[in-house]
């Protein structure tokens, strides 16, 4: 079964500061594609980055990074310049590839706190 | 581009009423949608597949007559909460499918919260 973990229920990054959250998945899949969203608190999700099982580079998208290694299933999201804005919760997500159903299969979250 | 709108932002209502809640998509066509659950410093519960012209799939445990979903076009579900309790109070969020298959992204509307008095 796929699942998707991140151990890290919350976390502290002084403003300005890379933080890296960690995400491992479990996959039997070949191709699969891993997703990270941020919720403020607000509560929308909002999409960051995409990696696909199959891309060799690793994604970047502005501030924000996605250290992808495949051999040890994990997929860390990587927040350079830490803003105050940051502060948010931060979810990992795999979407499942068998029976092209689209679905998402999200982590518990990690909390990020940015501090002044 | 890849808005999802949600309406309403909010929802109180009283104990054995239904409400509905509206997913958009609005500036692209989405065949699927999908309703998640989720309680506070939760993660998303997704509830139900939302296809448009056919009937959802629901998950495991979630009651179909209960949680109405109708995908009427391609841009628009919803989400219907009949005979509300207290115990469906909770954040629900929609999000649309979009790109090609394997290479496909959920974006997400704003979400509903729901208050059932």
């Known amino acids: 079964a796929q699942k998707i973990t991140q151990t890290q229920p919350g976390m502290f990054v002084q403003e300005k500061e890379a933080v890296t959250l960690d995400c491992t998945y479990d996959?039997?899949?070949?191709?699969?594609?891993l997703f990270w969203y941020k919720q403020p608190s607000s509560g929308e999700m909002i999409f960051l980055i995409y990696?696909?099982?199959?891309?060799?580079q690793n994604a970047t998208e502005g501030r924000y990074s996605l250290n992808f290694q495949k051999a040890r299933k994990s997929a860390n999201l990587v927040i350079s310049a830490s803003q105050l804005g940051d502060s948010a919760m931060y979810f990992c997500?795999?979407?499942?590839?068998?029976?092209?159903?689209?679905?998402?299969?999200f982590g518990q979250g990690t909390t990020l706190q940015v501090k002044p | 581009g890849a808005v999802v709108s949600q309406h309403p932002s909010r929802v109180i209502c009283k104990s054995g009423t239904s409400v509905k809640i509206e997913c958009r998509s609005l500036?692209?066509?989405?065949?699927?949608m999908f309703w998640y659950r989720q309680f506070p410093k939760k993660s998303l519960m997704l509830m139900a597949t939302?296809?448009?012209?056919?009937?959802?799939?629901?998950e495991q445990g979630v009651e179909k007559d209960k949680f109405l979903i109708n995908h009427a076009s391609l841009t628009l579900s919803t989400l219907t909460v009949t005979s509300a309790h207290p115990e469906d109070s909770s954040f629900y969020i929609c999000?649309?499918?979009?790109?090609?298959?394997?290479?496909?992204?959920?974006?997400f509307g704003p979400g509903t919260r729901l208050t059932v008095l």
């Open positions: 999000s649309a499918r979009t790109g090609g298959w394997g290479t496909d992204t959920q974006y």
């Open positions: 996959t039997s899949d070949q191709s699969y594609g």
């Open positions: 990696q696909g099982s199959y891309d060799e």
């Open positions: 997500a795999m979407r499942e590839v068998t029976g092209n159903t689209g679905k998402l299969i």
């Open positions: 500036d692209f066509q989405a065949t699927t």
């Open positions: 939302s296809n448009e012209g056919s009937k959802a799939t629901y």
